[in-house]
């Protein structure tokens, strides 16, 4: 059968454009996705993403190379492989970023992706859920759960008084410096995935169609034309052809591995591996850029929620809460309080984000956590704007071997001073009235005496990724700078777009998840945009 269009992966992109594109009831749309059914217990109830976390059923479970700037340690990658992609296995924060962010896109070639148009693209998402009342009629529900929080995350929001700093309502706002409750994409009790918001409604409409556990090895093309897919399930190859387009959003790692694979990227690189270029394209891959946290666990001389979840009465006092009423701790992701501060008096926006956690725990055998039983908390700070920029590229043409994911983390002396000043930070917020009245003691390493030199030191040996991968296909002026043009379409074909967290020119401030789905949903509009243009020519 032949589509209209056709959406590799069904991940935070891929469910919204299947929504957005398969409006017309004469318009067919195939979605392919590597993973299977995301009706699992852990992906539903909002707590459970420690569970997904390194479960190779719904999880593609990356490992990065040996990353320098971080001595030599080799990080863990968690990646969505399941409907719904990693909105399935995220940790639900939602963070539209900061508006120069997007200003900056502007900049960096991305004509038309200003704060105005974002704003108003995050308007047509977004259904907030504040304390009883609904605002926005956006298909994804973003909700604010303090009332579900632990208690302990008001001494997060004291914290941020002591310290001068602004408490906002909601960190979304257009002025969002300062420390809030986050806001989660959660409702009534669950998750609400990209597949729940977008693709479960269109696929009720009948002219989409989800093939899962299919994975696609290659675009197909005639020409510099992309025709369609070849994919495998269950040992079969197929293909699949279609008339319009073909839209990849298999993320910031599987994308520019999906391209390559194709023969789109660095003509010295498929080479090696055998691959007939089709166009090259040498920044493919290029240009990746990424979150690192510290983060610091303290002993509280008072109840937080290791209390109720660090024993086994108190996690069966809760899963009962939860069964009779979708509320209580399983019903809230542990960030509860964080937001966007600046380091210090120069920076001129906030180039830092915070996020306070009334919970500590550790990981078992098999990665699954493990609350502390004693009383904990955990600070955590992040660079908003790394400078660094990494790389994926194929290791082989085998489809199914993991490309190499290089980090290549603070290869940049901004971002080595950025590593110093958010060690800093979080050394003024452990210190605040707030925090200091309510902590036993600082678990090793303790961060409060550390200098400049042990702060870098510090961020080297323990930041970890915060899982937001952006920039590997990214839109910019040419070939020469970018992958993309500010359409999405790839440079130098025709029928083929990328449309991802891959697509950001620069990663935002803040969690990528939010971003990914407004990217999407103008991608689409430029989609329909363009398709209407070539209805009238003919
Ligand atoms: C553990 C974790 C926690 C996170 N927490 C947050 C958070 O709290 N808030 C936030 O904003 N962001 C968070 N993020 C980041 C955010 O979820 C991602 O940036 C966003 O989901 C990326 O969307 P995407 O569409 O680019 O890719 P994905 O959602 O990853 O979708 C890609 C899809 O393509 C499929 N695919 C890949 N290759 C192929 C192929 N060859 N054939 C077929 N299908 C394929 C994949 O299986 C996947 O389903 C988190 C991410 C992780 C992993």
Redesign the pocket.
């Known amino acids: 059968m032949e589509f209209d269009y056709i959406v590799?992966?069904?991940?935070?992109?891929?469910?919204v454009l299947a929504d957005r594109l398969s409006r017309s009831p004469g318009t067919r749309v195939l979605v392919?996705?590597?993973?299977g059914s995301d009706a699992r217990f852990w992906i539903k109830v909002p707590l459970g993403?420690g569970f997904?976390?390194s479960d190779p059923k719904v999880?593609?479970c990356y490992t990065a190379e040996p990353d320098e700037g971080v001595n030599g340690r080799e990080a863990y990658?968690?990646?969505?492989?399941?409907?719904?992609?990693?909105?399935?296995?995220?940790?639900?924060?939602?963070?539209r970023g900061l508006k120069h962010d997007f200003d900056d896109w502007e900049t960096a070639g991305a004509t038309g992706w200003g704060w105005d148009t974002v704003r108003q693209t995050y308007e047509r998402v977004e259904h907030h859920w504040e304390g009883g009342s609904a605002r926005g009629d956006g298909p994804l529900r973003v909700s604010d759960l303090s009332a579900q929080m632990h208690p302990f995350s008001e001494t997060f929001l004291n914290a941020a008084r002591d310290l001068g700093w602004k408490t906002p309502a909601d960190m979304n706002e257009d002025t969002c410096e300062g420390l809030s409750y986050?806001r989660?994409?959660v409702r009534n009790g669950f998750r609400h995935s990209?597949a729940d918001a977008f693709l479960r409604p269109a696929l009720k409409r009948g002219n989409v169609q989800l093939i899962k556990n299919?994975?696609?090895?290659k675009l197909t093309f005639s020409g510099t034309r992309a025709t369609g897919?070849q994919?495998c399930v269950g040992g079969q190859q197929h293909v699949a052809t279609c008339k319009g387009e073909v839209i990849v959003?298999?993320?910031?790692?599987?994308?520019p591995?999906?391209l390559q694979?194709s023969g789109l990227g660095p003509a010295d690189l498929l080479k090696a591996h055998g691959i007939d270029v089709v166009q090259n394209l040498g920044q493919v891959g290029k240009g990746m850029q990424d979150h690192l946290a510290i983060t610091h666990h303290f002993a509280a001389n008072r109840p937080t929620l290791n209390d109720r979840l660090g024993t086994q009465f108190g996690r069966m006092m809760v899963g009962l809460q939860y069964l009779l009423t979708r509320k209580g701790p399983l019903s809230v992701?542990t960030?509860q309080v964080g937001g966007f501060i600046r380091s210090d008096e120069t920076q001129i926006a906030p180039n830092m984000q915070v996020y306070c956690n009334p919970v500590t725990s550790s990981t078992r055998a098999k990665g699954v956590p493990e609350v502390d039983r004693a009383s904990g908390f955990v600070l955590c700070v992040q660079p908003c704007r790394p400078t660094s920029r990494g790389e994926v590229s194929i290791r082989s043409n085998d489809?199914g071997a993991a490309p190499r994911i290089q980090p290549n983390s603070l290869s940049t002396e901004f971002d080595r001073w950025d590593a110093i000043r958010a060690g800093r930070l979080l050394q003024s917020l452990a210190r605040a009235p707030a925090i200091a009245q309510v902590t036993q003691s600082a678990k090793e390493p303790d961060i409060s005496r550390m200098d400049d030199a042990a702060l870098l030191e510090n961020f080297r040996e323990t930041a970890l990724t915060?899982?937001?991968?952006?920039c590997t296909c990214r839109i910019g002026r040419d070939a020469a700078d970018s992958v993309l043009d500010a359409r999405l379409k790839v440079h130098g074909t025709q029928g083929l777009r990328v449309?991802?967290?891959?697509?950001f020119p620069n990663v935002t401030s803040?969690?990528?998840?939010?971003?990914?789905?407004m990217l999407?949903m103008r991608a689409a509009d430029l989609i329909l945009e363009d398709q209407a243009a070539r209805s009238r020519q003919a």
């Open positions: 590799v992966g069904a991940g935070s992109a891929g469910c392919i996705e590597a993973g993403y997904t976390f999880n593609w990658w968690p990646r969505g492989r399941v409907v719904g992609g990693s909105s399935s296995i995220n940790a639900m924060a939602y963070v986050f989660s994409t990209a299919a994975l696609v090895e897919v994919y959003s298999a993320g910031a790692v599987n994308s591995q999906l694979l992701p960030n489809p915060n899982f937001h991968p952006t449309v991802d967290a891959s697509a803040g969690n990528t998840n939010a971003p990914t789905i999407a």
